[in-house]
């Protein structure tokens, strides 16, 4: 069975600092690991995913995360925060050797961004 | 459509009445999911649609939920008796291959049972 946790359910920063919002993941089999951004009253949108080819991931926004099988982590990053960036991230897994797999969330990190 | 449409956008419903809520996904997309958002939660999976075949309904909390894709492109998902447990976003999100890798979501239903 897979599983995530986010580790923090609200992070601040001033706009222009470092954002790191934390993914640990539980799997069994070689997982694919996605973040999805949440903005107030809209649906999920897809940042990045991870799907076993680099382990450096680039997404959308200036956002990138690293998996880390060692650490069973895939945080995400970003150098500079933007006012914008202001949302709810969830990070998700999805079993990849599963053709009816599902997504499994983490709770969910809000991110405040202080001008 | 350009995306996932679901309707209706709210829904009030007092405690035992029932409530359908209807997902519109992407044409073409092969695979359909429904998730649970409660309030300050990340989102719970309930059903799994491949064309209209519901494949996994592991999810689905008590048997007063039910969800159908009969032809294989709208979804509905019904809750008979509604409880106040009940209320959260509802979220609808498809993809255009089997399974889960990339869903596009829609806005999803706001339940609220008074």
């Known amino acids: 069975a897979q599983s995530v946790t986010q580790l923090g359910s609200h992070v601040s920063v001033s706009e222009g600092a470092l954002v790191l919002l934390r993914c640990n993941y539980s799997?069994?089999?070689?997982?694919?690991l996605f973040w999805y951004v949440q903005y107030p009253n809209q649906g999920l949108q897809l940042l990045l995913k991870?799907?076993?080819?680099?382990?450096l991931v680039k997404g959308i926004n200036g956002f990138e995360a690293e998996f880390k099988k060692s650490e069973t982590s895939f945080h995400l990053t970003k150098p500079s925060a933007h006012m914008s960036d202001a949302a709810e991230y969830f990070c998700?897994?999805?079993?990849?050797?599963?053709?009816?797999?599902?997504?499994?969330f983490g709770q969910g990190t809000e991110l405040s961004v202080k001008p | 459509g350009a995306g996932v449409s679901q309707s209706p956008r709210y829904k009030v419903a007092k405690r035992g009445q029932d409530v359908a809520l209807r997902c519109d996904p992407i044409s073409g997309h092969v695979s359909l999911f429904w998730y649970q958002q409660a309030l300050g939660q990340g989102p719970e999976f309930l059903t799994y649609f491949q064309n209209e075949a519901q494949l996994d309904k592991s999810g689905l909390p008590s048997d007063r939920f039910f969800a159908e894709r009969p032809e294989g492109s709208v979804s509905t998902l019904k809750i008979q008796r509604t409880q106040q447990e009940d209320s959260a976003v509802y979220l609808c999100a498809s993809s255009r291959r089997s399974g889960a890798n990339v869903l596009t979501f829609g806005a999803g239903s706001r339940l609220t049972v008074l």
């Open positions: 991870y799907t076993s080819a680099a382990t």
């Open positions: 799997s069994s089999v070689p997982p694919y």
């Open positions: 998700a897994v999805s079993d990849r050797d599963n053709q009816g797999g599902k997504l499994i």
